[in-house]
């Protein structure tokens, strides 16, 4: 089963496929999008990725959580279901 991963305070020119890369050290990973800006089309400064085990993303939220990219610290936790 999928776990979808919160990842927080990316800089403003990362883009999903580095964030992509940044994952699949630590295993599948099924999708990575850094969600933009619908207007200017800008970077929000954070991002979703979908690993394809628990177990890896759980690996990579233990390893990637509060390290610094690109000098900024990440927050990385697993994503909490959007309310409306």
Same mark, same amino acid.
């Given at each position: 089963?999928s776990? !979808?991963i *919160? %990842?927080g305070? +990316? /800089?403003f020119? &990362?883009n999903?496929d $580095? +964030?992509?890369?940044l994952f @699949?050290e *630590?295993? =599948? %990973?099924?999708s @990575? !999008?850094?969600? /933009?800006?619908r ?6 400064g954070?991002?979703? %990725? =979908?690993m394809a085990?628990k =177990? ?6 233990e @390893? +990637?959580?509060? &390290?610094?990219?690109?000098?900024r $610290?990440? /927050?990385v !936790? =697993?994503?909490?279901p959007?309310?409306?």
């Amino acid at each position: 089963m999928s776990t !979808n991963i *919160y %990842v927080g305070n +990316l /800089t403003f020119d &990362t883009n999903s496929d $580095q +964030l992509r890369s940044l994952f @699949a050290e *630590y295993g =599948e %990973v099924s999708s @990575a !999008n850094v969600i /933009t800006d619908r207007d200017s089309g800008r970077s929000r400064g954070f991002g979703f %990725v =979908e690993m394809a085990s628990k =177990e890896a993303a759980e690996s990579a939220i233990e @390893a +990637l959580n509060g &390290t610094s990219h690109g000098g900024r $610290q990440l /927050t990385v !936790n =697993e994503a909490k279901p959007r309310s409306r």
